[in-house]
C-alpha cells in the first residue's frame, strides 16, 4: 500500500469513527412537521410611542420565553429571524389557538380610579379621553365607567397566581401582589377610592389588560378613607375557569410586551402526519438505495458493491454532519437526505466511466493505473458539477425560510459527504481492492475492463448526433413553447406559501370526491376554496386568510360531507408574508440562474456557459409549464425542487462540456460541431448511469413518500428527464450555433463521425 492510499485510508477511518460515535451520542432535532407541533411566526409593530427595532424585539424574545415556560411545553425553540420577527416551534402542541393568543397578547396591565359611571351619549364603543388621561370603558359586566389615569402599572406587580376560594365564594381568580413603590401606590388609590360612599362607581378601581377593564372590584367598607390596603395585595375576580385564571396570571407575571406582534405564520403538524412521513422516507431511503446499489453493482460488478459500501458510509456520515451541526431535520431536508443518496452515484459513476475508457484506449497497462488515471481525469467534472450543487443549496439556505431552508441545509451536507464518499473512501476500497491478486488475474471482475452496454453500441453505431443540430433546437423549441403556453393559460397556481392564506389538511375515514366538498364549501360562503385530494384517504383546503371562527365553520361543512375528518395539518400565511416569501422566490430564482451563468462563465468559455445557462432556462420554464397544465401548487417545496433541478441540469451541461473542453485543448483537427459530437457519445453512459440511479431514488420517493413528497420526487423525476435531455440536445446545438456565430460561420457536420 503506497503511502497516499495509506493516508486517504487513515482520513477515511478516522472520519467514519467520529461519525460512528457522534451518530450512537448525539440525535438529529426533528423539526415539528415530523414530530408534530405547531411554529408560529410573530413580527414586532412599531406603535407612536416606541419603535419595533431590534432591541424592543430582543426585550420581546424575553417576555415570550417567561410566557412560554409557564405553559409547561417541552423543549420549546424561540429565535429571532432578522429585526422584526420572532420564530417559535412548540412541540406537541396541536391546538395553536391558545398559545397564539397568550403570545400575541400585548398584557399592559393597568390600574386606574374610577371617577364614576359615564352618562347617558358618553362612547363605550371605544376608549375616549374626556380629559388629558381620562377615557370611558366597559367594565366586565357592560357597565361603562369613566376612568382617570393610570396609578399602577404590571412593572408594579410582584408576582400573580390562580386560585380556587371555594369558601368564599370567589371560585377561580388571580392574586395580585405589589413590591416597592406599588405597594405605596396601591393604599393610595384604594385610600382614594374609600372615601366615597358605598354603592357608588367611583369606590371601584378598574383593573384594565390591554384596554380591557377585566375587573372593577369595589373597595371593601372596612377600608378607611385615605388609608387603603396596605398589605399590597388584592384580587382580581370575574368568574373566571381554570385556564382563564392560569392565562391571565401567566400574562401579568410575564410582563408586557413593549411592543405590538402580529402572527404572520402559523404551522400545525399532527403527530401521525409526522410519523407517517418518517415511516414513509425511510421505506423510500431503504427501497431506493437498495435499487440503486443493485443497479451500479449489476454494472460495475465489483467496483460498483464497493461503490455500494462508499454510500452506507455516505449515509452514516451526513446524518453524523446533520447531528453534529445541530441542524434541523424537515421533512424537505430528509427528502434531499435521500435525494443525495442518488446524487452520491454520480460521482462514482464519472470516475468509473472515465477508468474504462482509459482501459478499453489501452492507455494504462493494468486495472490500477487506469483506476487512478480515472479519478484523476473526473476530478475536475465532479468538482465542477458538485459546486454548482452547493450554490443552489446555499441560495436555499440564505433565502428560502423554513424547511425549505432545511432541505437546502441537507442537501449542502449530502453534496460535501459524496464528495468524500466518492474521492475518499470509495478510492480506497477500490485501489485495494485492484491491488489484489487475485482480482489482477481477473480484470473483468473489477467492472471497468468492459465497455459497457451502451458504450458498446455507441462505438459499434457512432451515430452523428449533431448532424443537424438546428433539428434539435426546434424539438426543444416546441417542447418549450408548449410548456410555456400552460403558463399563459392556466397561470401558475402559486400556494398559500406566496399568496398568503390558509392550507388545512384532513384525513378521512375513507376517500371523498373534492368536488362536492368544493360545492358545500361554495354554498357555505367560500367560493374561492380550492380542495384536493391528498394521498388515499385525505384531502387539502386551501382558502383566503381565515379566522378562526371561519375555520371551524369550514370544517364542520367538510364533516358533513366527508363524515369524521381529523385535522392534521394547517397552516396560515399572513397576505404581507406571502408577497415578502413570493419576493425572495422570484430573487432566489434569478439569482441561482445568475450565479450558475458567472461560475460557468469563469469555468469555461462564454459561448458554453451561455449555452449551459440557455438549457437551464428552457427546462426551468418546462417544469412550470408541466405543474400549470397539471394543476399542480408552487410552493417553498417546489422551490426547493426547482432549484435542485437547476442543479442536476448544469451538472449534466458540465461534465458534457468539460469533456468538450477536454477534446478541444488536444487540438485534433475536427470542426467544433464533431468536438461536441465526439464527447456527446463519451459522455452519454455517465448520463445513462447517473440518471437511472437517481431515477430509482425519485421513483420510490414519489411512490412511497407520501402526500407530503408526492408532487416534490414528481418536480425532480420531470426536472431529471427534462434535464438529461436538454443538456445534450439543446445546450450542445446552442453552443455549437454559438460557436459559428462568434466565428462568423455555420454550424457544420464536417468532422462529427470521429469515433468515440
Same mark, same amino acid.
Given at each position: 500500500?503506497?503511502?497516499?492510499l ?41 406603535t ?35 429585526d ?23 398584557a ?26 381620562q ?5 366586565e ?30 371560585g ?21 377610592a ?5 354603592g357608588?362607581?367611583?369606590?371601584r ?11 372593577s ?14 398589605d ?25 410586551l413593549?411592543?405590538p406582534v ?16 418518517i ?27 464497493l ?8 449515509g ?15 421533512l424537505?431536508?430528509?427528502a434531499?437526505?435521500v ?5 452520491a ?24 493505473s ?18 454548482t450543487?452547493?450554490?443552489?443549496a ?5 433565502l428560502a ?48 475492463a ?7 453500441r ?15 433546437? %426546434?424539438?426543444? *423549441?416546441?417542447?418549450?413553447? =408548449? @410548456?410555456?403556453?400552460?403558463?399563459? &393559460?392556466? #397561470?401558475?397556481?402559486?400556494? +398559500? ?10 384525513s ?17 360562503g ?59 422566490a ?5 439569482? %441561482?440562474?445568475? *450565479?450558475?451563468?458567472?461560475? =460557468? @462563465?469563469?469555468?469555461?468559455?462564454? &459561448?458554453? #456557459?451561455?449555452?449551459?445557462v +440557455? ?45 468538450v ?51 416534490? *420526487? ?6 431529471l ?9 439543446t ?26
Amino acid at each position: 500500500m503506497n503511502r497516499s492510499l495509506r493516508v486517504r485510508a487513515l482520513l477515511a477511518l478516522a472520519v467514519l469513527a467520529l461519525s460512528l460515535y457522534v451518530a450512537a451520542t448525539v440525535p438529529v432535532r426533528l423539526g415539528l412537521d415530523l414530530r408534530g407541533g405547531t411554529q408560529i411566526v410573530l413580527e414586532t409593530r412599531s406603535t407612536p410611542t416606541a419603535d419595533a427595532d431590534s432591541a424592543a424585539t430582543d426585550r420581546t424574545l424575553e417576555v415570550l420565553r417567561g410566557r412560554i415556560d409557564a405553559l409547561g411545553v417541552a423543549e420549546p425553540t424561540l429565535v429571532r429571524s432578522g429585526d422584526h420577527r420572532i420564530i417559535v416551534e412548540l412541540p406537541g402542541v396541536r391546538d395553536p389557538k391558545k398559545a397564539s393568543g397568550v403570545l400575541g397578547r400585548t398584557a399592559q396591565l393597568t390600574f386606574h380610579p374610577v371617577l364614576g359611571a359615564a352618562q347617558d351619549g358618553d362612547e363605550t364603543s371605544r376608549p375616549l379621553p374626556k380629559r388629558p388621561g381620562q377615557r370611558v370603558l366597559p367594565n366586565e359586566s357592560g357597565t361603562p365607567l369613566r376612568l382617570g389615569p393610570a396609578s399602577l402599572t404590571g412593572e408594579d406587580v410582584k408576582e400573580a397566581a390562580a386560585r380556587f376560594d371555594q369558601q368564599g365564594g370567589a371560585g377561580w381568580h388571580v392574586t395580585v401582589g405589589f413590591e416597592g413603590a406599588g405597594r405605596d401606590g396601591w393604599a393610595r388609590l384604594t385610600g382614594e377610592a374609600a372615601c366615597k360612599a358605598p354603592g357608588d362607581a367611583a369606590r371601584r378601581v378598574a383593573i384594565v389588560l390591554d384596554d380591557k377593564v377585566i375587573s372593577s372590584p369595589q373597595v371593601d367598607p372596612s377600608i378607611a378613607c385615605g388609608t387603603g390596603i396596605r398589605d399590597g395585595a388584592t384580587q382580581i375576580t370575574g368568574s373566571f375557569s381554570p385556564e382563564e385564571a392560569r392565562e391571565l396570571s401567566l400574562l401579568i407575571n410575564g410582563g408586557a410586551l413593549p411592543v405590538p406582534v402580529e402572527t404572520v405564520e402559523q404551522r400545525t403538524v399532527g403527530p401521525t402526519l409526522g410519523a407517517q412521513a418518517i415511516t414513509a422516507s425511510a421505506w423510500a431511503a431503504v427501497i431506493g438505495t437498495a435499487l440503486t446499489s443493485l443497479f451500479i453493482i449489476v454494472v460495475y460488478r465489483l467496483l460498483g458493491a464497493l461503490a455500494a459500501l462508499a454510500l452506507a458510509c455516505y449515509g452514516l456520515v451526513s446524518y453524523a454532519a446533520l447531528a453534529a451541526l445541530g441542524a434541523t431535520l424537515t421533512l424537505p431536508g430528509l427528502a434531499g437526505f435521500v435525494l443525495a443518496i442518488g446524487m452520491a452515484v454520480d460521482a462514482n459513476v464519472l470516475v468509473f466511466e472515465r477508468a474504462r475508457e482509459e482501459y478499453a484506449a489501452r492507455r494504462r497497462p493494468s486495472i490500477r493505473s487506469a483506476l487512478t488515471a480515472g479519478f484523476r481525469n473526473a476530478f475536475s467534472a465532479i468538482a465542477d458539477s458538485n459546486i454548482t450543487t452547493l450554490i443552489a443549496a446555499a441560495l436555499l439556505f440564505f433565502l428560502a425560510s423554513g424547511p425549505v431552508r432545511g432541505f437546502g441545509v441537507t442537501l449542502g451536507i449530502g453534496v460535501l459527504a459524496s464528495m468524500f464518499s466518492a474521492l475518499v473512501i470509495s478510492r480506497v476500497l477500490a485501489e485495494f481492492a485492484v491491488s489484489r491478486p487475485g482480482v489482477r488475474r481477473r480484470p473483468r471482475l473489477t467492472g471497468i475492463a468492459t465497455t459497457g452496454a451502451v458504450r458498446e453500441r455507441l462505438t459499434r453505431r457512432n451515430p452523428l448526433l449533431m448532424r443537424r443540430p438546428r433539428r434539435w433546437l %426546434a424539438t426543444s *423549441a416546441a417542447v418549450f413553447v =408548449l @410548456a410555456g403556453s400552460g403558463l399563459a &393559460v392556466r #397561470g401558475v397556481d402559486l400556494g +398559500v406559501e406566496f399568496t398568503g392564506g390558509r392550507l388545512i389538511e384532513y384525513s378521512t375515514s375513507s376517500p371523498v370526491d373534492p368536488g362536492r366538498v368544493r360545492s358545500a364549501l361554495a354554498d357555505a360562503g367560500f367560493p374561492r376554496a380550492v380542495v384536493q385530494s391528498s394521498g388515499d384517504a385525505g384531502l387539502t383546503v386551501r382558502t383566503d386568510p381565515l379566522t378562526d371562527a371561519e375555520e371551524r365553520e369550514v370544517t364542520g361543512t367538510l364533516r358533513e360531507v366527508a363524515g369524521p375528518a381529523d385535522k392534521v395539518r394547517d397552516e396560515l400565511i399572513g397576505p404581507s408574508l406571502g408577497k415578502e416569501l413570493r419576493q425572495g422566490a422570484l430573487i432566489a430564482l434569478a439569482v %441561482a440562474l445568475g *450565479a450558475q451563468f458567472v461560475y =460557468l @462563465a469563469a469555468r469555461f468559455r462564454w &459561448v458554453l #456557459g451561455s449555452a449551459a445557462v +440557455v438549457a437551464l432556462v428552457h427546462d426551468v420554464v418546462i417544469l412550470l409549464g408541466v405543474f400549470a397544465w397539471l394543476g399542480k401548487p408552487v410552493d417553498g417545496v417546489f422551490l426547493a425542487a426547482l432549484l435542485t433541478v437547476i442543479g442536476y441540469s448544469v451538472n449534466d451541461s458540465v461534465v458534457l462540456f468539460d469533456r468538450v473542453r477536454e477534446l478541444d485543448r488536444r487540438g485534433s483537427g475536427p470542426p467544433f460541431s464533431g468536438v461536441v459530437n465526439r464527447a456527446i457519445l463519451q459522455t452519454l453512459p455517465r448520463t445513462v448511469n447517473t440518471g437511472m440511479g437517481a431515477a430509482f431514488m425519485l421513483t420510490a420517493l414519489a411512490v412511497l413518500g407520501g402526500s407530503s413528497l408526492t408532487d416534490f *420526487a414528481l418536480a425532480l423525476l420531470i426536472g431529471l428527464a427534462v434535464g438529461t435531455y436538454s443538456s445534450v440536445f439543446t445546450a450542445a446545438p446552442v453552443a455549437i450555433g454559438l460557436h459559428a456565430r462568434s466565428r462568423g460561420g455555420k454550424p457544420s457536420a464536417e468532422g462529427a463521425a470521429v469515433t468515440a
